[in-house]
């Protein structure tokens, strides 16, 4: 798909999600529907939909090992091999998809290669959507914990340290009309910019624009619609906070209500985010749990010290020398051709021989 | 299912984190918390701003007067919703009528999470049970 066509098909989209819940509550006052309904059933959706793909994935059957690594594989003593990269074992492994998990060390290999000064390639350096991958990722976990704030009562201690961590900055009234906190917390820049970057990246990279598709921009656009309306909420167009966790509260321990005096903004926002929760098993963010599941990643390379037998191999019907001479020895014998296993009662002698085969 | 019980195992994990909220929750009615206004501030009705901006608004207001009174000496506030002045100060204005800190501030603040540090600096009032 033409790229002009993807990015106007997925902002028209996340501008119609937008538009859904401020049509639907700030004219039809649907306030159960966008505060309880759909909120419950994306979360439904989300962990049913998670489950199902993860069992799907398990089912799958992996026939054989794929070293696609990066290191010397175990093999004779005197030879180095990679523990980590290159894994003989469940510890590696381990390792391994700590280092992948948490710090994208496939990403961190990225290099760019170019052909420079004529026919000469060259890998140079290209760590930038690595490092504004983590940024992404870690910025959205820090908002994800942050905003149990408003799902948990009392408020768990790690939630008010990393909050104390996040808004370590205060910035004050000034910089913007109508600003109104002086707190900030810079996991939502960070979020935003990050989401920024992945954005111009896939527009202006003519190789990358050439492989985005619809589902790759739409995301990108729904999780920048989700962290505008945050900031927007928590920084300018403010809304009642404590009505608001009262809401969550109702929803996470199943009482919900629906408070008087919460904006529409926030079902905007709230309606964002359950459509993140209905597309996310459905798309390429069930990455969450497929990073867990990578085959190349969670699997040690011991492809020569074990054998590995391919589960969905057809049990062929063998006919094995030993059972075509028990078939056929008489005949065999008749015809004057060697048998490994000469007939019982003729000969004694050979009986010894066959018996130390045996 | 191949590697069955590690997948499981990992999927129950992944799972009670992700749902950490619901168990941490659950049993409990956490009702909001209920703003008790003092009988001055009963008997003056109406604060010095329309309620519901002083629910979302009061955080840049006081930041605003700090700033003001800090760096201008500007220290009176014309309302915009009575037109009355009144002395911009937290300890004399603001807790001559909302003196129960306790009940009045901290009960929707702790509630939300959030540490105002507007007692880095100034001392609460004192209140008598």
């Not at chain 1, 997925?10 to 649907?30: E, K, N, Q, R, Y």
């Not at chain 1, 990269?85 to 060390?105: A, Q, S, T």
């Not at chain 1, 910035?171 to 979020?191: D, H, K, R, W």
Request: charged share 20%; aromatic share 14%.
């Amino acid at each position: 798909m033409n790229f002009v066509v993807s990015i106007v098909f997925s902002g028209a989209v996340v501008t119609l999600l937008v538009l859904i819940p401020w049509v639907g509550v700030g004219a039809f006052d649907l306030r159960v529907l966008f505060g309880i309904v759909i909120p419950y059933a994306a979360v439904i959706t989300f962990f049913a939909g998670l489950v199902a793909k993860v069992i799907g994935w398990g089912r799958s059957p992996v026939p054989f090992r794929i070293p696609t690594t990066a290191g010397q594989q175990w093999s004779l003593p005197w030879i180095k091999a990679n523990r980590v990269d290159n894994p003989k074992g469940n510890g590696g492994v381990v390792l391994r998809m700590i280092f992948e998990v948490l710090l994208f060390r496939s990403l961190f290999r990225n290099t760019r290669m170019e052909f420079r000064n004529g026919p000469r390639i060259t890998y140079e350096f290209e760590k930038w959507l690595w490092l504004f991958g983590l940024l992404f990722h870690y910025a959205f976990l820090v908002i994800i914990i942050r905003h149990l704030r408003f799902f948990t009562e009392p408020i768990p201690f790690f939630v008010k340290l990393l909050e104390n961590l996040d808004g370590f900055m205060q910035i004050g009234i000034a910089p913007l009309t109508g600003y109104q906190l002086p707190g900030l917390f810079l996991s939502g820049m960070v979020l935003l910019a990050a989401v920024g970057f992945l954005f111009l990246r896939r527009l202006l990279s003519a190789q990358i624009r050439h492989i985005s598709l619809p589902g790759d921009y739409f995301p990108l656009f729904l999780i920048g619609a989700i962290g505008f309306t945050g900031i927007l909420m928590r920084y300018l167009l403010k809304v009642d906070i404590v009505a608001v966790k009262e809401l969550t509260m109702g929803l996470v321990s199943f009482h919900p209500t629906i408070p008087g005096g919460v904006g529409v903004l926030f079902y905007i926002h709230l309606f964002l985010v359950s459509v993140l929760f209905f597309y996310f098993p459905f798309s390429k963010l069930v990455h969450l749990g497929g990073v867990f599941l990578s085959p190349t990643r969670n699997l040690a390379n011991n492809s020569r010290a074990v054998r590995h037998v391919n589960p969905w191999s057809y049990p062929v019907k063998t006919h094995t020398y030993d059972e075509y001479e028990e078939e056929f020895r008489d005949k065999m014998v008749e015809a004057g051709l060697p048998v490994e296993k000469a007939p019982e009662p003729e000969e004694e002698a050979s009986e010894e021989e066959t018996g130390e085969k045996e | 299912m191949y590697d069955g019980g590690k997948i499981i195992t990992g999927l129950v994990i992944g799972l009670a984190l992700l749902l950490f909220p619901f168990f941490y929750t659950a049993g409990k009615a956490a009702r909001a918390p209920e703003r008790e206004l003092t009988a001055k501030a009963k008997e003056a009705e109406k604060c010095i701003e329309a309620t519901a901006f002083m629910k979302t608004g009061h955080m840049k207001l006081l930041d605003e007067w700090r700033d003001e009174v800090v760096r201008d000496a500007d220290r009176y506030y014309t309302s915009n919703l009575t037109g009355e002045v009144h002395y911009k100060s937290i300890q004399v204005t603001c807790m001559e009528c909302h003196s129960n800190k306790t009940k009045f501030c901290d009960r929707c603040h702790t509630y939300a999470g959030v540490d105002p540090f507007c007692w880095d600096c100034h001392i609460a009032p004192k209140e008598s049970e």
